[in-house]
């Protein structure tokens, strides 16, 4: 299983990216996908969690990033308004099945 991240890029605070994940190949079922970040000089840290049944989000991003999964494309979504620059990291994504996968990640740049 690879997992292809994409959707990063440069935005001024205020403004809104949406992340995309995507599994290749097909048969896989994963029962939780994740979204972490990791700032320069900072640990990797969980932003965001969707399980079949529930979501889950750090406190410094709840009200401003919705995750969301289609099972059908086996991609999860990570949709960000109102960024800040404390937002800049690179962001990985993470399922959770037989096994445990990781993306090869995705900057994101936020600008004041």
């Known amino acids: 299983v690879q997992l292809q991240a994409s959707g990063g890029g440069l935005v001024q605070a205020g403004g809104s990216l949406r992340l995309s994940c995507a599994a290749s190949?097909?048969?896989?079922?994963?029962?939780?996908m994740d979204w972490y970040r990791q700032a320069p000089g900072k640990q990797r840290e969980l932003v965001a969690s969707?399980?079949?049944?529930?979501?889950a989000y750090a406190d410094s991003v709840k009200g401003r990033f919705t995750i969301s999964r289609d099972n059908a494309k086996n991609t999860v979504y990570l949709q960000m308004n109102s960024l800040k620059p404390e937002d800049t990291a690179v962001y990985y994504c993470?399922?959770?099945?037989?096994?445990?996968?990781w993306g090869q990640g995705t900057q994101v740049t936020v600008s004041s």
């Open positions: 190949g097909s048969g896989f079922r994963f029962n939780v």
């Open positions: 993470n399922f959770l099945g037989s096994n445990d996968y």
């Open positions: 969707v399980s079949s049944s529930s979501t």
